[in-house]
Structures are given as C-alpha cells and as structure tokens.
C-alpha cells in the first residue's frame, strides 16, 4: 500500500484509462475539431500525447502524427495500443514545458493539458514554443478548463469504473488556492483474479481565464485567435471547457 501521493504519469501509466475515464469524454470532439482544420494527410504534433487518446484516432484517419509526452511510460502504452490496431505510433520523450523540435508541423494540439504551464510567463514562453514549430499557415488548437475569477470551491466527487476485468473507485479532491489548482485522487482497483491495489495521486495545474489565454496567444505571436464552447459554438462566458484555435 502506498501512504505517499505519486504520479501516475510517472509510476503507474497503465492503469491512466482505467482511473481517468471521466475525462477521456471530450475526446471525440477534440478529434473533430483537429480533423476539421488539418487538410488530409498532413503532419500533426499531439503534445502532452499520454496514452495515445488523441494521435491513435488521427493516425486512423490518415494523418502523421508525431505524439509527444514527457512520460516514456505513457507513450508505450500508446504504442501498445497502436500495435493492437496495426497502426506505426511516432513517439518523443519529451516535456511540454521544454519543447525543442526541429521539424514543422500543419498542426500542433494540446488536448487537457496547457495548464501545466505554471503561470503566464510559463504559459507564453510555451506558446512561443509551439509557433516555431508551426508551418506558416500552420494552426494551433487546444482545450481548457473555463476558470472564472470567482470559481466556487471545488467539491470532492466519487467515481466508479470498469475496464476489462479490473473494477475501480476514485475519491477526488481538487484543492484552489489563488490559481494553483491541486488535483488529488484516492483509488482503489481490484479484479476477480488479481488483489486490491491502492493508489494515492497528486498533479498540480495553473488555472488560466479566457482572457489570460488570450493574453498569452497574443504575446507569443498568434494574431487570429477563435474561442468556441464544447458544443463547437461561440464561447459563452458559462462554458465549463473552452476550446481555442490559434494562428499565427
């Protein structure tokens, strides 16, 4: 049993899916979204790539995908789950906060993830990043959550999962203070033929508004910048996600 907080991008990649399902939903728009502003075929990054929830749907639908993450762990659960479907993953180990790429790309995304730049300086030095990697006419699309400057008190939330054989139940507690937002999760997985397992994680992110986003975007060189909500509409101040495509 585990008494102190761990990673799990770090030390326990293979049970991701299992214990983060809840927020694999947004994938399919994610993908839309992507693949509705990348021409066929063309070169994609997937930064902050994890298990591959993202680069093995556009790998499926013809794209190159070059799939990014600072986790080795993480990227060969990708590349496991590439092989089952007969797909070429191309993976980098890599953290989203020190990207260093000498090729370009038609479009680099980021799906659930930008808010590991700590703070605005982070923020806009990462952005910066990401345009010298970007083709001319290149695009720049990433998801976020909506942060209010009155954001209530985070409530803690059960969760409970299913995958295969393996059963879990997460106990959530997400902690503000000013913008740091500390994600914390208690999780018990067990199956028929295998003992309980105990997990206890820690990750910590910056919560950025919609006008530090854009703040930032400006600053790093993005001069066409568009807000949509979830449902691919105009943001509305309300939106609990805000999805964002940027251009140079």
């Not at 990673?7 to 326990?12: G, H, K, L, Q, T």
């Not at 839309?32 to 990348?38: C, K, M, R």
């Not at 854009?214 to 805000?242: C, M, R, V, W």
Request: with cysteine; net charge negative.
């Amino acid at each position: 049993m585990h008494n102190q907080y761990q990673n799990c991008y770090r030390d326990f990649p293979e049970y991701y899916d299992l214990l983060y399902q809840r927020y694999l939903k947004s994938i399919p728009t994610f993908v839309e979204l992507v693949s509705s502003h990348t021409p066929s075929e063309r070169a994609i990054l997937d930064l902050a790539a994890g298990t591959g929830e993202v680069s093995i749907p556009l790998i499926e639908n013809g794209y190159e995908v070059t799939s990014l993450d600072g986790s080795q762990g993480m990227l060969e659960q990708l590349r496991q789950k590439a092989e089952t479907k007969g797909l070429r993953a191309d993976t980098t180990v890599q953290r989203l906060e020190s990207l260093s790429l000498d090729s370009h790309y038609d479009t680099v995304c980021i799906r659930q993830a930008i808010n590991y730049y700590m703070g605005m300086k982070a923020l806009t030095g990462g952005l910066r990043q990401i345009a010298t990697v970007l083709k001319p006419t290149g695009t720049f699309i990433f998801n976020a959550p909506n942060f209010l400057e009155n954001a209530k008190k985070y409530e803690d939330s059960e969760h409970r999962y299913e995958e295969g054989s393996k059963k879990a139940v997460v106990l959530e507690r997400n902690l503000l203070e000013d913008r740091v937002l500390t994600h914390q999760q208690d999780a018990m997985i067990w199956s028929d033929s295998e003992p309980v397992i105990h997990l206890k994680e820690e990750n910590v992110f910056y919560m950025f508004t919609k006008e530090e986003f854009e703040q930032a975007l400006t600053e790093a060189g993005f001069s066409q910048i568009t807000f949509l909500s979830s449902n691919g509409e105009p943001y509305q101040k309300d939106d609990k996600t805000i999805y964002c495509i940027a251009q140079i």
